[in-house]
């Protein structure tokens, strides 16, 4: 091989052939996705009246009400973050360790809740314990006689239960997958010498899930931190502020306070950055948690005996609560004229009515459109982008590509609502006229959803020897044929669930598109959540269930597709 001048394996030499360009736009492409939402965010609260001032933090941080958001914010965060990661931990434990009955549906039903929007659960929870129109509420008021009603969702330890149930179907994912790959032969010497699984589970699962727990309670922190349908559907309308739902206020007065909003979008930012660095201290020696080695193994899945009926108890309950209460209550809602206590009069006239008013609605249709065309876009867009900025980082010598794929993956400490105002700020001082079309908006959530394409694009390129291109570049093939046809063919899996990711986090995303929108490019979360507002409750859950059904739909087909034509490609 070496006497027909093969090049070294240690990475293929960037050539002057038309993958320079490319490489350098997307490179520029992500930089100045990742970059210009930061640069304008610290321009913005730095500017008073056209001047250099810290005016902005003066006024946002001398307000004694700034405690109250600081302290409300910390204690919404970590109590969702913290439920939510034991919640996940109770279930992924059991359905990977134990003898648990119905594991495979359990797993399978685990998942199903990403699809459904967040704006979207958060109303059924409103409309399940609202102290005025919650039906559980009324249910418990009416039939079973008691005084008033007994829960309250719009309290600080009901939002936190709200968004714990938003997180838990990832972090259980997350959690599952470590538990999954985690060699179980120490927790069996433990039961072997005579300890029980509780204490086994305790003294070595959990110490050694520590880097992926770490992960998920970073996670599910920056998540509620940043988080917005929450903080705005249930907060706001009893005064328990929130940084994400002071910025959408401080934007939406008028005229809008966009140095205010910016100063606390600020100080969200750098909360998220603070819980990044936590993170990475935290599991900076990760070698003392690895336990697969070369030598196979095979778990010993342990036997729950009577605990099995607890266990089936606690995953059908979370599934209740997870699936079950929302949708019920959404199909509900759905078919009647009005929302109320089921009553034989009012069930009498439930009908589809609902379902056929927002098929005629206008704007539900225009929205509809709008979401379908970011939900393929941004995720064309997206997965192309992160596969080459992959390629840059793992495949080319070029200076600065470590850098490269750090800067990509910054706008995962960017809340989304930061993200929309900062855009916001940015595109409106343009004179190319974009603001408030979808080519925004379609920026917004590339740059949003850019950190998710690279750790996966990244992970999947680096199980791909490079001998595989230099074959390629030996037998005269140029670089982009090379890549479309040979590299991308054998990302395709990769490919295909990044862009079903991507599209699933498009259809739900609320935060970032609040912001940006117009009468002319509305998303459909956006139109769900002003008819929340506009007290069209029926109306909504129909638009909401035909949503869900959409976005399931679309998954079961790229799944089909992709299965078909990844058949293909490996046959070909």
Not at 3 to 12: H, M, S
Not at 255 to 264: E, K, M, Q
Request: net charge positive.
């Amino acid at each position: 091989m070496a006497a027909i001048g093969l090049p070294a394996a240690r990475g293929v030499r960037l050539q002057l052939d038309p993958k320079g360009p490319i490489l350098a736009a997307s490179a520029a492409l992500a930089a100045f996705l990742a970059l210009i939402p930061l640069a304008t965010l610290l321009g913005e609260s730095l500017t008073v009246s056209g001047e250099w001032s810290p005016g902005n933090f003066l006024r946002a941080y001398s307000d004694p009400r700034a405690y109250s958001l600081l302290i409300n914010s910390f204690a919404y965060a970590l109590g969702a973050a913290a439920l939510s990661v034991a919640i996940s931990f109770c279930l992924a434990w059991m359905l990977e360790r134990t003898n648990l009955p119905g594991r495979q549906l359990l797993y399978a039903a685990a998942v199903v809740p990403l699809i459904l929007p967040g704006v979207v659960t958060t109303i059924a929870w409103i409309l399940l314990l609202s102290p005025k129109i919650g039906l559980l509420n009324l249910l418990a008021v009416n039939v079973l006689g008691l005084p008033g009603p007994p829960f309250n969702i719009y309290s600080l330890p009901g939002m936190i239960w709200v968004e714990a149930l938003h997180t838990s179907p990832l972090l259980f994912l997350l959690l599952a997958a470590a538990l999954r790959s985690m060699n179980p032969a120490l927790e069996e010497a433990a039961l072997t010498s005579g300890a029980g699984w509780p204490r086994a589970a305790s003294r070595i699962t959990l110490p050694l899930l520590l880097p992926a727990a770490g992960a998920a309670l970073l996670l599910a922190f920056v998540r509620a931190i940043e988080s917005f349908e929450v903080p705005a559907l249930i907060g706001i309308p009893v005064g328990i502020s929130l940084f994400s739902a002071r910025i959408y206020q401080a934007v939406h007065v008028t005229p809008p306070d966009y140095g205010l909003g910016s100063a606390h979008a600020m100080a969200l930012l750098a909360i998220t950055v603070l819980g990044m660095l936590a993170y990475y201290r935290l599991t900076r020696g990760a070698a003392q948690f690895q336990t697969v080695t070369g030598k196979g193994y095979r778990p010993r899945l342990i036997d729950l005996g009577v605990w099995k009926y607890p266990g089936v108890i606690f995953a059908a309950a979370y599934f209740l609560f997870l699936i079950g209460l929302p949708l019920a209550v959404v199909v509900y809602s759905s078919l009647l004229p009005f929302y109320s206590v089921p009553t034989p009069e009012l069930l009498a006239r439930a009908g589809f009515a609902n379902f056929a008013y927002v098929l005629g609605f206008e704007p539900a249709r225009r929205a509809f459109g709008h979401s379908l065309v970011l939900a393929l876009s941004s995720a064309a867009l997206v997965m192309l982008l992160t596969s080459v900025v992959a390629w840059i980082t793992f495949r080319s010598r070029i200076p600065g590509r470590r850098l490269l794929d750090l800067l990509a993956f910054t706008p995962i400490a960017v809340p989304g609502i930061v993200m929309g105002l900062a855009l916001q700020r940015f595109y409106v001082s343009l004179p190319l006229p974009i603001y408030g079309t979808l080519w925004v908006l379609l920026l917004a959530f590339a740059a949003r959803f850019m950190p998710y394409g690279v750790r996966i694009m990244s992970a999947a390129l680096a199980q791909i020897h490079v001998e595989i291109e230099e074959a390629a570049e030996c037998a005269g093939s140029p670089w982009w044929p090379a890549f479309r046809c040979i590299v991308l063919p054998l990302l395709w899996p990769s490919l295909l669930a990044g862009t079903i990711y991507v599209m699933i986090i498009s259809f739900r995303e609320l935060s970032a598109a609040i912001l940006l929108i117009s009468a002319d490019s509305t998303v459909l979360s956006v139109l769900i959540f002003d008819l929340w507002e506009n007290g069209a409750y029926p109306r909504l859950a129909a638009l909401s269930l035909m949503l869900t059904g959409f976005i399931a739909v679309l998954v079961l087909v790229l799944r089909l597709i992709g299965r078909r034509t990844g058949v293909q490609e490996a046959t070909g």
